[in-house]
């Protein structure tokens, strides 16, 4: 008899925000997988869980699949989670939901943190319908996707690096608009979260002069014909 994925999300700041079935999932599986079996760690010790973890992150999920599906279909109960928030977000976690499904394995999803919906929710743009972007890529294709964007007219997500939230910020600035307005939220469940609303100018003036810490979600308001920047100079 085949075992089960347990897809459980995790605290993406917090350590309080977890669900009691996360808690009771963890405790009663064979094994976890863990993007990063450190960070994780730090997590099943504050909850008093002692399991077993193997490593599954995006530099290996290709090679593992395998024995990760034999080990399930052997009988064995496994839980995915990643560093923070649910796993296929951003993070590892569609290729083995996608290879269970194939091989007629039950996949459980438990609902749970996930950052974007917290920095959808406090940035006041309107979110009955929203679009999620997550990380843009860094080289190719990149200017293609902010062209994109400049002509969404839903509001939409971002994922960004403290690293590179400045630079993220002046190329919407040169591709939406300067005063096309957006939310920072940054920190978030976490003591010093932030949520800094404004345009991208005003935005972009106040991450330049202040050191930037912590996963970071952009949420920009969608595209009208007020805000939209669509002129040759400034794409």
């Given amino acids: 008899m085949n075992g089960k994925l347990f897809v459980v999300?995790?605290?993406?700041?917090?350590?309080?925000?977890?669900?009691l079935r996360a808690i009771k999932t963890l405790k009663e599986v064979d094994l976890i997988l863990a993007e990063d079996t450190r960070t994780s760690g730090i997590l099943l010790k504050h909850l008093q869980i002692d399991k077993f973890l193997k490593s599954y992150h995006q530099h290996n999920e290709h090679k593992v699949l395998e024995e990760i599906i034999t080990l399930i279909h052997s009988g064995k109960n496994i839980a995915l989670i990643s560093d923070a928030g649910t796993p296929g977000i951003s993070d590892p976690g569609f290729l083995l939901i996608r290879e269970c499904l194939t091989n007629n394995i039950e996949v459980s999803v438990l609902p749970g943190p996930t950052a974007f919906v917290p920095a959808l929710v406090a940035s006041g743009f309107p979110c009955d319908t929203f679009a999620y972007y997550g990380f843009l890529p860094q080289k190719k294709g990149r200017q293609t996707k902010l062209k994109l964007l400049a002509t969404e007219t839903k509001t939409f997500i971002l994922y960004e690096s403290p690293f590179r939230l400045v630079k993220l910020l002046e190329e919407l600035s040169t591709f939406l608009?300067?005063?096309?307005?957006?939310?920072?939220?940054?920190?978030?469940?976490?003591?010093?979260?932030?949520?800094?609303?404004?345009?991208?100018?005003?935005?972009?003036?106040y991450f330049t002069s202040k050191t930037v810490k912590g996963e970071i979600v952009v949420v920009v308001e969608g595209s009208n014909t007020k805000n939209a920047a669509t002129s040759d100079d400034e794409e």
Avoid: H, Q
């Avoid at 978030?188 to 979260?193: G, P, Q, R, V």
């Avoid at 345009?199 to 972009?204: N, P, Q, S, Y």
């Fill in 9 to 19: 999300p995790t605290p993406i700041g917090n350590l309080e925000d977890i669900t």
């Fill in 177 to 205: 608009g300067k005063e096309r307005k957006a939310c920072v939220s940054r920190e978030i469940s976490k003591l010093f979260e932030e949520n800094k609303r404004g345009t991208m100018e005003e935005l972009i003036k």
